[in-house]
């Protein structure tokens, strides 16, 4: 009713006055008429407000809004919820925040925003906001998490090297069958055998790693290439 949004947009606006982005959080995921209106709220804090950017990524709010991204059917709700995924990303201090597929998904919110073609009015975004809030996050993630994390996993000196080019995730996890297959296993084996978990496990973290810097490149191309056709 008009007596009840009202009073939601009152709401909305005291917690955005008081910068309580938590609490316009969890408005967002339990209001499904207003999500725009609390998403816009968001959105326009995360991108004045560093503070703020990183109260949402320290307390989970990403991870919401990209559920809110990849569940919404409505073309204005994804362009604001991809848009401050974006904002939030140069907020990212390690690669704690682009490991278990976070990382890849907060890509296909960036991709979202560089293949968006038309842009609907209730949202207050336009074009440069997308492109340059899209340049800015993949800047970051390139230079200060990505491409430091490469080059030391490339460096036979490193803790963090693995060959990852020669041994897929299928052929450790047939040598670890083979090796599991006489039961029952004494105490030593079962430290073998969890350690031999442990690498694979390693491993597939390492090419999830991998995917995840390619895709950034491909964008980085990408957003390159649209630069220069609209110049």
Known sequence: ????????????????????????????????????QIAKAIMKLAKKESNIRNEIRSSGGLHSLVTFFKSSGGQDLRVVTALTVAYIVPCFTDLTHCRGNSGLKTLECLQYLLDVTTIPLKTDVTFRDMREAVAVALTYLWINILQPFWSECHDPSSSQYLDIHHRSIGELSDQLSTSTSSLPLSPNRQNQVRGRWRRMEQRQDMLEMKELLETTVSLLVKLAKSEIEIN
């Open 1 to 36: 009713t008009a007596k009840a949004d009202s009073k939601m947009t009152e709401e909305i606006n005291t917690l955005v006055q008081n910068k309580d982005v938590f609490s316009l959080i969890c408005l967002l995921r339990g209001h499904l008429n207003n999500r725009l």
